[in-house]
Nanobody, 121 residues
Framework: EVQLVESGGALVQPGGSLRLSCAASGFRFSSCAMSWVRQAPGKGLEWVSFITNGGDGTTYKDSVKGRFTISRDNAKNTLYLQMNSLKPEDTAVYYC??????????????WGQGTQVTVSS
């Protein structure tokens, strides 16, 4: 059974830090590109960051560049998001996504259940 389990969300003050984790099981984690996606209250899904399957390539949404760092440990089947200098606008449910692309027409997407991050004083 494929599972992605996020953790690490919390209530934090502006300027604070959090580290999110996403534990993967039931599939070959090291073959998947991974992303963090968030959903703020009353809004749609918003892509935050991406990392290649080997961890050698990363991209970020402009508004989080320099504050967030995505990383992964393929030996532990775990994805991370280090979030620093948090702002109220970072408040959202954060989801991890795994994408396995075997060919141009065979693509698998898996999602976790999300973890709540609230930035407020």
């Amino acid at each position: 059974e494929v599972q992605l389990v996020e953790s690490g969300g919390a209530l934090v003050q502006p300027g604070g830090s959090l580290r999110l984790s996403c534990a993967a099981s039931g599939f070959r984690f090291s073959s998947c590109a991974m992303s963090w996606v968030r959903q703020a209250p009353g809004k749609g899904l918003e892509w935050v960051s991406f990392i290649t399957n080997g961890g050698d390539g990363t991209t970020y949404k402009d508004s989080v560049k320099g504050r967030f760092t995505i990383s992964r440990d393929n030996a532990k089947n775990t994805l991370y998001l280090q979030m620093n200098s948090l702002k109220p606008e970072d408040t959202a449910v954060y989801y991890c996504n795994a994408r396995l692309q075997r060919s141009w027409y065979e693509v698998y997407d898996w999602w976790g259940q999300g973890t709540q991050v609230t930035v407020s004083s």
